[in-house]
């Protein structure tokens, strides 16, 4: 049990602040993997079947509709597919996060059970020095973690879902005319 308590007590901090690191570079750069897959989904959604030709005669730029170039739902869900993939890897990085407070009190607690068995005032000090850091630590992780979540990925999904409810909701009214009319 000692050798446990002096490993989170010589480690606890590191420990917190190396897997906050790569806690939040995974958030990052999922982060950005999530953005270019909006970016995908939304010019998908906005893509009207234009093609441009220059009107041999007035030298002007023409618009014409293009049917060869149709975007149909498998094509859109094709990619949603893909933006749901690099939402599960979002899930477990945000359930990483809880993990920072619990290391932090894990650090607290191996700093007062070594400061009940501390003999003199130094090594007391140095016991409670390791709660109050790994606490600090921890919350610290923890809550900048949860801002950038919220702030970055998780505004970027929200975006995403909004824009594929409103897909799902034309689809379904297309449906809905087309069953119509064939009644």
Same mark, same amino acid.
Request: hydrophobic share 45%.
């Given at each position: 049990?000692?050798?446990?308590?002096?490993?989170?007590?010589?480690?606890?901090? *590191?420990?917190?602040?190396?897997?906050?690191?790569?806690?939040?570079?995974?958030?990052?750069?999922?982060?950005?993997?999530?953005?270019?897959?909006?970016?995908?989904?939304?010019?998908?959604?906005?893509?009207?079947?234009?093609?441009?030709?220059?009107?041999?005669?007035?030298?002007?730029?023409?618009?014409?509709?293009?049917?060869?170039?149709?975007?149909?739902?498998?094509?859109?869900?094709?990619?949603?597919?893909?933006?749901?993939?690099?939402?599960?890897?979002?899930?477990?990085?945000?359930?990483?996060?809880?993990?920072?407070?619990?290391?932090?009190?894990?650090? /607290?607690?191996?700093?007062?059970?070594?400061?009940?068995?501390?003999?003199?005032? *130094?090594?007391?000090?140095?016991?409670?020095?390791?709660?109050? /850091?790994? /606490?600090?630590?921890?919350?610290?992780?923890?809550?900048?973690?949860?801002?950038?979540?919220?702030?970055?990925?998780?505004?970027?999904?929200?975006?995403? *879902?909004?824009?594929?409810?409103?897909?799902?909701?034309?689809?379904?009214?297309?449906?809905?005319?087309?069953?119509?009319?064939?009644?």
């Amino acid at each position: 049990m000692n050798f446990l308590l002096q490993l989170i007590s010589n480690y606890g901090v *590191e420990t917190i602040i190396v897997i906050g690191v790569i806690t939040f570079g995974g958030l990052f750069l999922n982060g950005q993997a999530l953005s270019t897959q909006k970016g995908r989904i939304k010019d998908v959604l906005e893509r009207k079947n234009k093609k441009y030709n220059v009107n041999s005669n007035s030298k002007e730029i023409e618009e014409t509709d293009d049917e060869s170039v149709s975007i149909t739902p498998d094509t859109i869900r094709k990619y949603e597919t893909g933006f749901n993939k690099k939402c599960s890897i979002h899930s477990v990085l945000v359930q990483i996060i809880p993990i920072f407070p619990l290391l932090g009190i894990l650090g /607290t607690v191996a700093g007062l059970m070594l400061q009940i068995q501390s003999s003199d005032i *130094e090594s007391m000090l140095a016991s409670l020095d390791v709660a109050l /850091t790994t /606490t600090l630590v921890g919350l610290i992780f923890a809550i900048a973690l949860k801002f950038f979540d919220a702030l970055f990925p998780s505004r970027i999904i929200y975006d995403v *879902e909004v824009m594929m409810d409103d897909f799902d909701k034309k689809i379904n009214i297309a449906e809905m005319f087309e069953n119509f009319k064939d009644k």
